[in-house]
Structures are given as C-alpha cells and as structure tokens.
C-alpha cells in the first residue's frame, strides 16, 4: 500500500547549522507531496508541497524537491533558528482521492541557541 | 478568506463519559472534512472523512462516531469514552474532491485527555 516513512527524531542542532529530514514514499500513481510543520500545542501548517517530479517547494528558506526516481522528497534548510523548533511532517496525497492525505510518523526538530 | 475552528481546546474527561467536538469552517463553501487523532509522540491517524452533509466515512473501526450536520459543520462524538481515546483531535478541510490533489488546512486542535 501507500505510505510514508521519515528519519527518526528528535533531530537536534545548533542554530545556523544546515537540516535535512529525510523522507521517503511507497505510492501508486503520481501523488503529491507535502510538508507540514506542527509547533507545540498547536494544529498543522503547510510548509510546502511538490505536485510532479523534479518540482521544488519552497517556503520560509525551507525546500525540498520531489525525486521520483529515489522516491524521496527530503525536507533541507541552510541556516535554522530557534523559532524552526517543531514536529515536522512529510505527507502524500492518497491516490484513492477525496484529497485524503497519509502522514510519515513526523521528525521532531529542536535548534538551540 | 478562510479559517477552520475547533472547541473546546482542551478537556478532560472520566472513562464512560459521553463526547462532542465540534468543528467548523468558515470563507468556503462544499469542503472536504477530516478527523484525525495524534496520540501522545505519534503520528496522524485519520479517523473519518466527510464529502458532504451527512456523508461520514470511517477510516478505522473505534469507538467513536462522527456527524455532519451542516455543510461546515463536524461533529466528532463518543457515548462513553475509553482511557486510549485520549489524544490530540486535529479537524481539517481541503478544497472540492474535483480538484485533485489539494492540500488540508487544520485547525488548532482539541486536547482530550480520559481519566
């Protein structure tokens, strides 16, 4: 069947320090990709999404690009803040429709000063 | 534009209670709605989606139900609570399902915990 998988957290790093999050995907069909960012206490937001292959999303100095030959759609920031502490999410859009979306299991980032 | 609220924010419950949250969506019109639970640590489990009023779509077989009474209204309910519905009640919307692919807008999120 579909589904995500992401890099175990938490994921920790000093502020300034490059990021990726890694994400792979099991999909029939060519689905869309996502990237949804949860800070504490607080519902999802849409980072950025990818709707073909070799699309690049980009948001907030955020970016990841869909990679249809390595199933992959890894999350990549050059420089993270403080303010990046978060859950972070990689999402692809279930084939069967409804816009119905399957969830990796998140990666927990924390930057320090 | 458009906003999506949830309530109540956080509750806590005794085991064998009954349940009701609410969500609405406000600046849009025919949204796709979901139900999802995030347990403690977890991921998002979809719980129920709704393509219209009184069409409910249920994900996985649990105690809990849901209703939607009105085009951007959902409604997610128990009759008696377990001590493993606890969790973080996320509601969201997409766009029509003839647009395909569209991305879901949540909204803050409902605390539930059963003591």
């Known amino acids: 069947g579909n589904s995500v998988t992401q890099m175990e957290g938490p994921v920790t790093l000093s502020e300034e320090a490059f990021l990726t999050i890694n994400c792979t995907y099991t999909?029939?069909?060519?689905?869309?990709l996502f990237w949804y960012v949860q800070y504490p206490g607080e519902g999802l937001q849409l980072l950025l999404k990818a709707t073909k292959a070799d699309d690049k999303g980009s948001n907030k100095g955020f970016e990841a690009t869909y990679r249809k030959e390595t199933t992959s759609f890894h999350l990549e920031k050059g420089s993270v803040q403080v303010s990046d502490s978060a859950v972070y999410f990689c999402a692809l859009s279930d084939p069967g429709g409804y816009n119905k979306l399957i969830f990796g299991a998140g990666t927990r980032l924390a930057v320090h000063p | 534009s458009q906003t999506i609220h949830q309530w109540p924010a956080t509750l806590v419950q005794p085991v064998g209670s009954p349940l009701s949250l609410e969500c609405t969506v406000e600046g849009t019109s025919n949204p796709n709605l979901y139900w999802y639970r995030q347990a403690a640590g977890r991921g998002l489990q979809l719980l129920f989606y709704?393509?219209?009023?009184?069409?409910i779509s249920s994900e996985v077989p649990q105690n809990l139900s849901a209703s939607r009474p009105q085009d951007r209204q959902f409604i997610l309910s128990s009759k008696k609570l377990l001590l493993s519905d606890s969790g973080f009640y996320l509601c969201a919307w997409s766009k029509l399902a003839g647009i395909k692919n569209n991305e879901q807008f949540f909204g803050p999120g409902t605390r539930l915990t059963v003591l």
């Open positions: 709704s393509v219209g009023i009184g069409q």
């Open positions: 999909a029939t069909g060519y689905p869309s």
